[in-house]
Every structure is written in C-alpha cells, then in structure tokens.
C-alpha cells in the first residue's frame, strides 16, 4: 500500500508540475485547424502559395480576429522535419546540430506568443531571399553570448540562409525540453497541408465561424480539420500521462481503504477477545483515555513497521519511476514522509473507533463476558 500511495503522490506532483511548466509560448485564446488543399486544383507552388496568402489576408480581416498565422507544425505535437544545419566553412568534423524546421507565415510567432527576442520576422520583401528565424537555443549553440542576427548558417554546401530573428525556446513535447528550431518562410516550400491558428481577444471559440468563413470564402472546397484550443492541444499531448496518474490514483486509493479496512477489522477483533483485561483495567482505576491510548498504541506497532517496510520497498522502486516523471524524483524525502503521515492518520483513525468503543464498555459488563 505504501508503495502503490508513494507512486500515485510523485505522478500527481509530477503531472502538477508538468502542466504549469513553460512551454515556451502564451496562446490561451489560439483556436487552431487543420486544413488540406485538394492535390488535383493546386497543383503548382504559386497556386498554394496564392491560396495562403488570400485565406491570411481573409481572416485577418475578420471581426474579433486579432491575428492569424499558418504553420507545418505546432508546438506540443512532436518533433518532425528533423534536418541539420551548421556553419559556412567549418570543417567536415564540426559538429551540425539536429533542428526542427517549421514553415510559417510571417505572423506565427506573435499569434502563438512565441516571445522574439532579437531581430524581426518575416516580410514581403523577404520572397526571394533565403532568410529564416532561429531559435535561442540555437543561437547560443553557434554565437554563444553574440547577436546571432545578420550571421549565415549552411544547410548543404552552398545553401545558405541569413538570420534575421531569433525567437525564445518552444517545446515540441511537453514533457521533453525544448528543442532547436528553425522558421522558414512558408513560400520557401509551399505546404499543401498546414495548421491554421487565429488568436482572438478572449475565448478562442468566439473566432470559430471566422476560421470557417476565411476558408469558405478563400476556397470552398478545402475542407477543415475538427478546431482545438491550445488549451486542447496541450491535454492531448499529456493525455498518456494523465491516465497513468489516475490509474495509479486509482489502486493507491483502493489499497489505503483496504488497509484502513483490514486495521479496523483486526484491532476491533482484538478489542473482543480482550474485553475481559479491558474491563479489569478499568475496574482497577485505568480512565477510558489510557484504554484508548493502549488499543492505538498496540493496533499502530505493525502499521509503523509496514510503513518502514513500504518506504524502502519505495526507494526500491524508485528507478522504474524515474521515467514516468518530470522535475520530481521517486525518492523525495518531502513526499514519502507526506504520504508515511496520511497512511499514519488513516490507520490511526481506523484503530480509533474500535479504542473508542472498548473505552465505553462497563466494567462490571466487561468481567461477566466470557
């Protein structure tokens, strides 16, 4: 039981700490969507290209719309587009570290609160260029302390980009840091399938019918993907950790009321078959509070040494734990002791009751039972 409550405390204190952690952006009024252009009618670069600007241009204009963007990926949907990217130059040894590419539109970063800490974002005039937006994890890989902004990086031999941003660290999964990133204006590629995000000044459903509108009016036969809040997108990506906690939630409570049960039943047990020494104690003198004193004290001894036992079966356990959590380690003195505390109230409390009732026996009562 000690070990089944020490697990299910550190996955709550984990998930508690993994839902508040910074995730490295601030959408709480994003809605976003899924949408896909028909392969047959968009055919060409430019024809997908002109379609993302109309439907952007479209929904920007729509009421509540604060902004709008497009995108490859968001974040908390996993890595993807996994590339490398190093420095004109260097040697072939150099180290190329991996990046995550997103293709974007020029106001991704401010319409997911994605913070820009140097530089600017893309424009018009950037069509043509081969320009990106970095991230600061992967300006300080490459100009640790140095502005980043203006500097070349190198794909392949001859494929450079210019730095004109660098934007703060976004997570692709919750649970794992940050990762390297790397925006590329959306023309570069000219995506057929993208998520579309619209932040609006309050609850992000309210720009729902905006979202469907820009699409209907752009182009009718794009269909759209079910929408989901960041909020929503955020609870799917933990969702497996989510029910793992509950499981474990589950059995640990099941095996606290088991436990609690099973005193009872043993030290009301107990109490009957010493009813006769009960009532001989009280009938020399002893007061109904050192009765109930001696029956916790001697219903508390084993419980303490499963404590004990359960406690180190914990540590025991603690490596199987380690992966399942985040920011809290399975051997936390703070929450084993918290959790040794409540198995010790319960059980306390299920001797209480049957000490309680041996206290109220008579005595005379109590020498006649046999």
Same mark, same amino acid.
């Given at each position: ?82 590339? @490398?990217? %190093?420095? /004109?130059? =260097?040697?072939?040894? !150099?180290? #190329?570290?991996? +990046?995550? $590419? ?97 932040? @609006?000044? %309050?609850? /992000?459903? =309210?720009?729902?019918? !905006?979202? #469907?509108?820009? +699409?209907? $009016? ?153």
């Amino acid at each position: 039981g000690m070990v089944l409550l020490v697990t299910a405390a550190v996955m709550a204190a984990s998930f508690m700490r993994l839902m508040s952690a910074d995730k490295g952006f601030e959408a709480p009024s994003v809605l976003s969507t899924k949408i896909s252009m028909p392969s047959a009618k968009y055919s060409t670069r430019e024809q997908r290209n002109a379609f993302h600007a109309r439907l952007l241009a479209t929904l920007a204009g729509q009421p509540g719309v604060l902004s709008a963007a497009i995108t490859t990926a968001l974040p908390l949907e996993g890595e993807t587009w996994v590339d @490398s990217i %190093g420095l /004109p130059g =260097a040697p072939q040894t !150099a180290r #190329r570290p991996n +990046v995550n $590419v997103r293709f974007v539109s020029s106001e991704y970063l401010r319409t997911m609160g994605i913070p820009l800490r140097a530089g600017r974002t893309f424009a018009e005039s950037d069509r043509g260029r081969q320009v990106v937006i970095i991230s600061q994890q992967l300006a300080e890989a490459f100009w640790p302390g140095r502005d980043a902004v203006g500097r070349t990086l190198e794909r392949n031999p001859g494929d450079t980009y210019e730095v004109i941003g660098v934007a703060g660290d976004v997570r692709a999964e919750a649970h794992q840091p940050p990762v390297a990133m790397l925006y590329r204006p959306y023309w570069e590629w000219a995506p057929r399938t993208v998520s579309v995000v619209a932040r @609006s000044s %309050g609850d /992000p459903r =309210a720009v729902a019918g !905006a979202l #469907r509108e820009a +699409v209907r $009016v752009t182009d009718p036969e794009v269909a759209l993907a079910p929408m989901r809040t960041v909020r929503e997108i955020l609870e799917g990506s933990v969702e497996t950790r989510r029910f793992q906690m509950r499981l474990a939630a589950v059995f640990a409570g099941t095996a606290l009321l088991l436990a609690a049960l099973g005193i009872y039943g043993v030290v009301s047990h107990g109490v009957a078959r010493r009813r006769n020494e009960v009532g001989i104690r009280m009938a020399l003198g002893a007061s109904p509070a050192s009765v109930i004193g001696m029956v916790i004290r001697q219903g508390m001894m084993p419980v303490v040494a499963g404590i004990a036992a359960g406690a180190a079966g914990s540590l025991a356990a603690a490596r199987v734990l380690e992966s399942l959590l985040y920011e809290v380690s399975p051997r936390d003195p703070a929450i084993i002791a918290a959790v040794a505390l409540a198995l010790g109230l319960t059980a306390a409390a299920a001797c209480y009751i049957p000490a309680r009732r041996a206290a109220q026996v008579d005595p005379l009562e109590a020498l006649r039972y046999e």
